[in-house]
């Protein structure tokens, strides 16, 4: 199953498509650049501030692909206009959905346009 939002609510022509399977390469591609990066920045003997702050970007980056693999596996949430609830009644939507998908969306689309 995937799952895909608009980036900003209104806004048609910005849609991101995300599949578990990418969020997961993505991941774990970033893992291993992360690592990559710790080892050779010892060889390169950057300071211990220079590469803690780099740390801490790109574990921010990981963590935003791990919840994007969370939401792609999960999906939006959306059971539909209407469903039925355990006493017989059907339950109806009120109003729009909540908007933490697309801050999260979002927040991808802002960390992504940073080069790792």
């Not at 970007?57 to 999906?75: D, K, T, V």
């Not at 006493?87 to 927040?107: E, F, K, P, S, Y």
């Amino acid at each position: 199953m995937g799952y895909h939002t608009t980036m900003f609510p209104g806004r048609k022509e910005a849609v991101m498509i995300f599949s578990p399977e990418q969020a997961l390469l993505k991941s774990q591609a970033d893992l291993q650049a992360l690592v990559t990066f710790a080892r050779q920045s010892a060889t390169d003997g950057l300071r211990i501030d220079q590469v803690e702050r780099e740390l801490m970007r790109r574990l921010l980056a990981l963590g935003l692909n791990l919840l994007q693999l969370f939401i792609a596996e999960h999906g939006d949430g959306d059971l539909g206009e209407e469903l039925p609830a355990e006493d017989g009644h059907t339950l109806r939507r009120q109003g729009q959905r909540t908007l933490w998908v697309d801050l999260v969306i979002c927040n991808a689309c802002a960390l992504d346009s940073l080069s790792v």
